[in-house]
């Protein structure tokens, strides 16, 4: 099977071209991606521990999956795929907001993307593909902000912005 491939984007999420995931990361060009939150009844979110074989943010506390659609691919269709595949999930998604970020991650990466975040609500503990995910937890907003502030190391660049929406939104 050929190397997995992400669809570089411009500012404004049009496709312009399509590279191999690794190579985009090594020159930090701007791509499509998504990242999901999955929520329970209670408020808490289901936060997965990326497999420490991951080639960059391995071992690190993330939202309850995120990926990138392939070509052709609605960006809802595959968000579903993924959290399916990763995480043993099927819920109804709903998108929330979209972002661009760009940061510099271990191993001389650059994570450059445009992000579609979605949520959705599950009440039972997740399937873990364990290529993917290591391990996971639910936590409330509360608790999960403030470990954030006193251990953001431990936790995705990606993750961090986008769970200030999160917070921010519940808390009103």
């Known amino acids: ?41 209670r408020y808490e979110l289901l936060l997965q521990k990326r497999a420490s074989s991951k080639y960059h943010s ?17 960006t809802l269709d595959a968000a579903n795929r993924r959290l399916d595949e990763e995480m043993g999930i099927k819920t109804s998604l709903r998108k929330v907001y979209d972002f661009i970020y760009k940061a510099e991650l271990d191993n001389q990466l650059t994570e450059h993307e445009f992000d ?15 290529d993917e995910a290591e391990d996971f937890k639910w936590v409330d907003m ?16 990606w993750f961090k ?6 917070y921010n939104y519940l808390k009103k």
């Open 1 to 41: 099977m050929s190397e997995e491939k992400v669809i570089l984007v411009d500012k404004n999420d049009n496709q312009v071209g399509l590279m191999p995931k690794l190579e985009a990361h090594e020159k930090g060009l701007l791509h499509r991606a998504f990242s999901i939150f999955v929520f329970n009844s």
């Open 58 to 74: 391995g071992g690190l506390w993330t939202n309850t999956c995120c990926s990138h659609p392939r070509e052709g691919e609605d």
């Open 142 to 157: 509360e608790t999960l902000n403030n470990d954030i502030i006193k251990n953001g190391n431990n936790y995705t660049v």
């Open 116 to 130: 579609h975040v979605f949520y959705g609500v599950c009440d039972r503990d997740p399937i873990l593909n364990k």
């Open 161 to 166: 912005i986008a769970f200030e929406y999160f």
